[in-house]
């Protein structure tokens, strides 16, 4: 799986971001949920499951569903050197993703610790998953399966009813930093 080229600018949506954000309560040893989101580079389009754990068999399926789901044509996505990704199911999704649609393989991977190459969904774990569901251990598959439910909604809501900006610029001014947004 190749690196991600930095010196791409988007330009167009359907370069996604992928990542997990961990249910785990500060302990991370035994099963717990996770939540699986992606995040459009260019218009910040974010889409969230929640999986019992992620193994493989559970990234997989999220992932084909957010494909699915997506209201733009997949042109890329970026994830990080997780165990999660980086595995014989999710890169044969993308191998016959790109065998179906006639297109270059769609799948890079960051440099390893390197939080930066994926900066966009990275806060959208703030923003999406911990303001949503807190810090707290979730080990039962019911209420995986009501996350899911909430993400349906939340994710609806996220993405049609609530502006994001795109930062341009961070200038310091003395002890303050004023930023400047796209429109």
């Known amino acids: 799986i190749p690196l991600k080229d930095l010196s791409n600018i988007t330009t167009r949506a359907g370069f996604l971001e992928a990542d997990t954000v961990g249910h785990c309560g500060g302990n991370a040893s035994g099963e717990f949920a ?3 989101t992606m995040t459009d580079s260019l218009s910040g ?3 969230n499951r929640a999986i019992k754990n992620k193994c493989a068999i559970h990234v997989e399926p999220a992932i084909r569903s957010i494909h699915q789901s997506l209201p733009f044509v997949l042109l890329s996505i970026n994830v990080d050197n997780g165990s999660e990704f980086l595995n014989h199911l999710v890169y ?4 016959n993703f790109a065998k179906e649609q006639g297109t270059p393989f769609p ?4 440099r390893s610790y390197q939080k930066n190459d ?3 969904v990275e806060q ?3 923003t999406h998953v911990r303001q949503l569901f807190g810090y707290d251990r ?3 598959q019911r209420l995986v399966d009501l996350m899911n439910d909430i993400y349906c909604v939340q994710n609806l809501i996220q993405n049609f009813f609530i502006p994001q900006y795109r930062l341009l610029s961070k200038t310091r001014i003395g002890p303050k930093i004023k930023k400047k947004y796209d429109q």
């Not at 044969?92 to 191998?95: L, P, T």
């Not at 799948?107 to 960051?110: I, L, Q």
């Open 138 to 140: 979730i080990e039962d």
């Open 34 to 36: 996770f939540s699986l």
């Open 118 to 120: 994926n900066a966009r």
């Open 92 to 95: 044969g999704y993308f191998i």
């Open 124 to 126: 959208k774990n703030w």
């Open 107 to 110: 799948m890079t991977r960051s």
């Open 45 to 47: 389009w974010t889409a």
